[in-house]
């Protein structure tokens, strides 16, 4: 019964900053690794960032994912941002242990970023 709750998206002007958070409902060391996703109208689901156990900022471009453990929460900073950010932006997880025969991944329910003028 793993839940991830994202927020913090919204609408931005293009250059503009935006943190989102996502907290889960338990110890995100349960999972191997955290990331963040983003898919727009008619494209793929693509890959953001992603973070290990490892507390430590991993800044990729305009963004920076972090974690604090003690929060069970996942931030994703973004900076700069431009019109092709618009997307729903969705937290996921990887567990740590096998269950009915395959590594579970969780995902949130996502959060929408429109950067628009």
């Known amino acids: 019964q793993v839940q991830l709750v994202e927020s913090g998206g919204g609408l931005v002007q293009p250059g503009g900053s935006l943190g989102l958070s996502c907290v889960a409902s338990?110890?995100?060391?349960?999972?191997?690794?955290m990331g963040w996703f983003r898919q727009a109208p008619g494209k793929q689901r693509e890959l953001v960032a992603v973070?290990?156990?490892s507390d430590r900022d991993s800044v990729k471009g305009r963004f920076t994912i972090s974690r604090d453990n003690a929060k069970n929460t996942v931030y994703l900073q973004m900076h700069s941002l431009k019109p092709e950010d618009t997307a729903v932006y969705y937290c996921?997880?990887?567990?740590?242990?096998?269950?009915?025969?395959?590594?579970?991944?969780?995902w949130g329910q996502g959060t929408q970023v429109t950067v628009s003028s």
């Open positions: 973070i290990t156990s």
């Open positions: 996921h997880a990887m567990g740590r242990t096998v269950v009915n025969g395959r590594l579970p991944t969780y």
């Open positions: 338990m110890s995100i060391l349960n999972f191997s690794a």
